[in-house]
C-alpha cells in the first residue's frame, strides 16, 4: 500500500474541484464559484497593453525572472499598497503565483504538526485546506455582521496561548459570509493580538469591490490600522480586480517573514509568470486598474440586488441571510434541522448548484447554511436559480 506523508494525510477533500466543475456546466445555474464575470475581462485594455510593448519587454515577459517578483511590478504595487495606507517601512513584498501560494508559503514557514490556527467561523476553504495539510490543528472564533468575536478568538489565544501560531482574518466582504468588519470589531481584534507575537495572516481579495463610495471607508486593511505590537502579514491578489488567469498575488509583511517566505517560493516555484507580471504591471502604472474597478463594482452591486430581491421573494420566512455591501457573496442560514448537503442533492436535480456550509466550518460539521455566489451567475438566470433552491428547502420543512 502506498504510504503517503503525514502533511499529505492531514489534506481535507475540498468541495472546490467539484464546484469548478459544476461552474463550467451550462446547463447548471451555479452560484457556487468564487469567479469574476468572463464578459467583465478588461481584454481590449490587455490587449492594446500587449500590443504596446517593446520587443525587449515581451523577451523579458517570455524568461524566468526574480523569485520575489519581476522588479517595476514590485514598484508599481508598492505604490498603489501606499496609495491605500499600507506601510511600507521596515516591510518586504513579494510577488506570488496567487493569493493561495502567499497563504501556502507562510503556512510552510511557520506551521508545524499540531500547531494552532484560529480562525472565523465560517473561513475560506482554501485557507483550511492549506492550513490542515501543514498539521494545524483550527480553532475558530464565530463571526456575525460585524466579524469575528472578539471574545472568542480571546478565548483561543488564552487556551493554546503556547501553539497558536498565526490567526487567519478576511475581514473584507469575506468568504464565504460576505460581510464586512465593522471599525469596533476591527479594534477589538487588534486589541487582542496586541502584545502576543503571533501572526495576524490578514487575507483581502475583495476590499476593493464595494458596491457604494460611502463605505470606502470601512475598507482600510487592518495593516494600515495597526501598530508595530500586531506582525501582520497582508495577502492580496490580482485574481478579483483583474483577472485570476493571471495567478497573480502578493505578501506584505515584516522583512524578516517575508524573506523566508521567499526562500521557501524558491523550492516551489522559482518565480511567478513574468509575462502576467509584465500585463499586470503596465496595467497599474498606465492607470487602468481604478476605470475598471469602477466598471465591476457597477456590475456586481446589480447582481447582488437581483439576488436579494430574488431571496426575499422565494425563500421561506425560516431562512436568513447575509445582506453584503461588496464582493461576490451572500451566506444563506437554515433551521438547524436541515442539511444542506440533502438542499444541494435536491437542488441539483432542477439544475441549481451552490456551496454547503460545511466545506467552510474549520470543524467540518455545521451544515445547515451555504453560500450563494452572485458574482459570475447571468443576470437573467439568478432569480430562477433562487427559486430553485427556495422549492428545494420547502421540500425538507415539516
Known sequence: MTEFSQSAKGMRSSEIRRLMALAADPSIISFSGGMPANDLFPIDVLDKIYAGLSLKTKQIAMQYGPT??????????KEYLRSRGLPLEGQELIITTGAQQAINLLCKVFLDPGDVVATENPSFIGALAAFMSYGARLRAAALDGDGIDAAGLKKILDQDSARVKMVYLNPFFQNP????YSEARK????ETLAGRGVVLLEDDPYSELYFDERDKPLTVPLKALASETVPICYVGSFAKIFGPGLRLGWLLGPREIVEKCELAKQSMDACSPTFTQVLAHEYLSQGKLAPFLASVRVTYARRARIMLDALSASMPEVVTWTRPKGGFYVWVTMPETIDATTVFNEAIKQRAAFVIGSAFDPYGKKNNCFRLAFSNTPEEKITEGIAIISSAIECFLP
Request: glycine content about 16%; aromatic content about 6%; hydrophobic content about 55%.
Open 187 to 190: 479594534k477589538a481584534a487588534l
Open 177 to 180: 459570509a460576505g460581510i464586512i
Open 68 to 77: 520575489a517578483g519581476y522588479p517595476p511590478l514590485l514598484g508599481s504595487l
